[in-house]
C-alpha cells in the first residue's frame, strides 16, 4: 500500500507538471489574395509592335517572355535550358493554352485566365506526367485532352469554374486535385479504371449526397487520401475504399455515423470531422474505436460524452462540444489498475483539446493516471 502512495504523490506532482494548460494552437489561416488584385498590372513596352486585344476585356494582356533558345517555346512561357522538360507559363495573362512542345513533362499554367481545356494544343504534348492549372477560370475540360496525354500523373485543378469532375480522366493518375471549384456532381464513371489514384481532393465544392453515387469511388483501390470537407453532406460518403489513411470531412453536416462504417478500413489514421451536426445520437459508441487511427478531429460538433477509441490515438480534438464532464474511468481503452500496473498498456494519447465545452480545470485525477503519455490538453 505504501508503494501505492508514492506512486500516487508522484502522479500528483505529474498532474501539477503535466496539466497545466497549454496554448491554444492558433488556427492556420491561409491568405490568399483575392484573384482580381493577384498580380499588378504591367505595363508593356511602348511602341507599335503589340496589337490591342479583339474583343472589349478585362484581362490584362498575356505577358511575354524573353525569346527563347527553343524555336518551339511558345512566346507566353518560358523554357529554361537547366529543366528542359518543364514549361513554365504561370503568371502570365494567359487565356488561350499556346500548343505544348513535344519535350514537356511538366506544365506550369496556373494563375492564368484559361477558360477551358481543348485538345488542340496538346496535339504532340503526349509525354505531359504533371499538369498545374491551379486559380483559372476553368469551367470545361474538354475529354479528348486526356486521350493525347496517356501517361499523365498529377492533375491540380483547384480554384476553378468546374461544376463536374472532368470525364475521360486518364487511368494512369495519381493525383487529382479539384478543391475549390463549383461541382456538385460525380458521373458514376468519372473515377472508373484509376486504380493507380492516390490522391483526390474535392475539398469546398458544392457536393450533396445525391451528388455523390453509391460507387463514385468504387474503382479507387490505391486512394491514400480523400478529402471531402466544406461540402453540403449529410452522410458519410459510400462505398469510400477501404485502404484509406486519411479522410477529411470537415465542415459538412453530417449528424450520423453507421455502426459498422470503418469496420473494414486497414490503415485509417487520420479522421477529420470538425464542424458537422454530430450529436451522441448519431454517434455509435464504438465507431471510433479503431486500431490504427492517429489523429480523431471532431471539433465543432454537439457532442455531449467523449467517444470510446483505441490505445493507439496520439491526437484527440474535441473542443468546442457540449462535453460537460469526463470521466477518466470511462474513456481509458484498459482498467486504470491495468494501465497502472503495466507499461505496455499506457495509451498513446498525447494531445487532447477539450477547450470550448462545459468543462472547467481541474482535469480529473483519473485521467491523469490513464494518459501517462499525455503532454498537452487544452481545457
Ligand atoms: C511533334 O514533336 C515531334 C518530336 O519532337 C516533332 O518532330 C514535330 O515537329 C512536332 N509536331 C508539331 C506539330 O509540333
Ligand atoms: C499503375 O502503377 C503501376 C505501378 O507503378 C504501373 O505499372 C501501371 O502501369 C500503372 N497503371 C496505369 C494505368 O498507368
Ligand atoms: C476497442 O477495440 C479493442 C480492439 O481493438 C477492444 O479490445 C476494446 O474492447 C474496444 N473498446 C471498447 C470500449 O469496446
Ligand atoms: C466514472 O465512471 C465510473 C464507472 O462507470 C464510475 O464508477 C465513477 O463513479 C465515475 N466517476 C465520476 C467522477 O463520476
Same mark, same amino acid.
Given at each position: 500500500?505504501?508503494?501505492?502512495?508514492?506512486?500516487?504523490?508522484?502522479?500528483?506532482?505529474?498532474?501539477?507538471?503535466?496539466?497545466?494548460?497549454?496554448?491554444?494552437?492558433?488556427?492556420?489561416?491561409?491568405?490568399?489574395?483575392?484573384?482580381?488584385?493577384?498580380?499588378?498590372?504591367?505595363?508593356?513596352?511602348?511602341?507599335?509592335?503589340?496589337?490591342?486585344?479583339?474583343?472589349?476585356?478585362?484581362?490584362?494582356?498575356?505577358?511575354?517572355?524573353?525569346?527563347?533558345?527553343?524555336?518551339?517555346?511558345?512566346?507566353?512561357?518560358?523554357?529554361?535550358?537547366?529543366?528542359?522538360?518543364?514549361?513554365?507559363?504561370?503568371?502570365?495573362?494567359?487565356?488561350?493554352?499556346?500548343?505544348?512542345?513535344?519535350?514537356?513533362?511538366?506544365?506550369?499554367?496556373?494563375?492564368?485566365?484559361?477558360?477551358?481545356?481543348?485538345?488542340?494544343?496538346?496535339?504532340?504534348?503526349?509525354?505531359?506526367?504533371?499538369?498545374?492549372?491551379?486559380?483559372?477560370?476553368?469551367?470545361?475540360?474538354?475529354?479528348?485532352?486526356?486521350?493525347? =496525354?496517356?501517361? +499523365? #500523373?498529377? !492533375?491540380?485543378?483547384?480554384? $476553378? *469554374? /468546374?461544376?463536374? %469532375? @472532368?470525364?475521360?480522366?486518364?487511368?494512369?493518375?495519381?493525383?487529382?486535385?479539384?478543391?475549390?471549384?463549383?461541382?456538385?456532381?460525380?458521373?458514376?464513371?468519372?473515377?472508373?479504371?484509376?486504380?493507380?489514384?492516390?490522391?483526390?481532393?474535392?475539398?469546398?465544392?458544392?457536393?450533396?449526397?445525391?451528388?455523390?453515387?453509391?460507387?463514385?469511388?468504387?474503382?479507387?483501390?490505391?486512394?491514400?487520401?480523400?478529402?471531402?470537407?466544406?461540402?453540403?453532406?449529410?452522410?458519410?460518403?459510400?462505398?469510400?475504399?477501404?485502404?484509406?489513411?486519411?479522410?477529411?470531412?470537415?465542415?459538412?453536416?453530417?449528424?450520423?455515423?453507421?455502426?459498422?462504417?470503418?469496420?473494414?478500413?486497414?490503415?485509417?489514421?487520420?479522421?477529420?470531422?470538425?464542424?458537422?451536426?454530430?450529436?451522441?445520437?448519431?454517434?455509435?459508441?464504438?465507431?471510433?474505436? =479503431?486500431?490504427? +487511427? #492517429?489523429? !480523431?478531429?471532431?471539433?465543432? $460538433? *454537439? /457532442?455531449?460524452? %467523449? @467517444?470510446?477509441?483505441?490505445?493507439?490515438?496520439?491526437?484527440?480534438?474535441?473542443?468546442?462540444?457540449?462535453?460537460?464532464?469526463?470521466?477518466?474511468?470511462?474513456?481509458?481503452?484498459?482498467?486504470?489498475?491495468?494501465?497502472?500496473?503495466?507499461?505496455?498498456?499506457?495509451?498513446?494519447?498525447?494531445?487532447?483539446?477539450?477547450?470550448?465545452?462545459?468543462?472547467?480545470?481541474?482535469?480529473?485525477?483519473?485521467?491523469?493516471?490513464?494518459?501517462?503519455?499525455?503532454?498537452?490538453?487544452?481545457?
Amino acid at each position: 500500500m505504501k508503494a501505492g502512495v508514492g506512486l500516487l504523490s508522484a502522479l500528483t506532482l505529474f498532474l501539477l507538471l503535466g496539466a497545466v494548460l497549454t496554448q491554444r494552437p492558433r488556427a492556420k489561416k491561409p491568405t490568399r489574395r483575392p484573384a482580381t488584385t493577384r498580380k499588378p498590372f504591367v505595363p508593356r513596352p511602348p511602341g507599335p509592335a503589340q496589337p490591342e486585344p479583339q474583343e472589349p476585356t478585362d484581362f490584362p494582356p498575356p505577358i511575354l517572355g524573353p525569346p527563347s533558345m527553343y524555336p518551339d517555346c511558345p512566346r507566353e512561357c518560358l523554357c529554361s535550358p537547366s529543366y528542359p522538360n518543364s514549361l513554365n507559363c504561370e503568371n502570365r495573362n494567359i487565356r488561350v493554352i499556346p500548343v505544348i512542345p513535344f519535350r514537356t513533362h511538366y506544365l506550369y499554367l496556373q494563375n492564368n485566365y484559361i477558360s477551358e481545356l481543348t485538345a488542340e494544343p496538346f496535339q504532340n504534348a503526349t509525354e505531359v506526367r504533371w499538369i498545374n492549372l491551379a486559380n483559372n477560370r476553368i469551367h470545361q475540360i474538354h475529354k479528348q485532352v486526356f486521350e493525347k =496525354i496517356p501517361a +499523365l #500523373l498529377y !492533375l491540380y485543378a483547384q480554384r $476553378n *469554374q /468546374l461544376k463536374e %469532375v @472532368p470525364s475521360g480522366l486518364p487511368a494512369s493518375l495519381e493525383q487529382l486535385r479539384l478543391g475549390r471549384n463549383r461541382i456538385s456532381k460525380i458521373p458514376s464513371n468519372a473515377f472508373s479504371k484509376m486504380g493507380n489514384l492516390t490522391l483526390l481532393d474535392l475539398y469546398h465544392n458544392q457536393l450533396s449526397d445525391n451528388g455523390l453515387g453509391q460507387n463514385s469511388f468504387k474503382d479507387l483501390k490505391s486512394l491514400m487520401q480523400l478529402n471531402l470537407a466544406h461540402n453540403a453532406l449529410k452522410k458519410m460518403p459510400a462505398g469510400v475504399p477501404n485502404g484509406l489513411i486519411q479522410l477529411f470531412l470537415d465542415k459538412n453536416s453530417i449528424d450520423d455515423i453507421p455502426k459498422d462504417y470503418f469496420k473494414d478500413f486497414n490503415h485509417l489514421a487520420f479522421v477529420r470531422l470538425n464542424r458537422n451536426q454530430l450529436s451522441d445520437k448519431g454517434l455509435p459508441k464504438n465507431v471510433f474505436n =479503431i486500431s490504427t +487511427l #492517429l489523429d !480523431l478531429q471532431l471539433s465543432h $460538433n *454537439q /457532442l455531449a460524452s %467523449v @467517444p470510446h477509441f483505441n490505445s493507439h490515438l496520439e491526437h484527440l480534438h474535441l473542443d468546442h462540444n457540449s462535453i460537460e464532464s469526463i470521466n477518466g474511468t470511462l474513456i481509458c481503452p484498459y482498467s486504470i489498475d491495468a494501465v497502472m500496473n503495466d507499461h505496455n498498456l499506457v495509451p498513446s494519447l498525447r494531445y487532447l483539446r477539450l477547450d470550448g465545452n462545459h468543462l472547467s480545470p481541474p482535469i480529473p485525477v483519473d485521467v491523469i493516471m490513464c494518459f501517462r503519455q499525455l503532454h498537452s490538453i487544452v481545457i
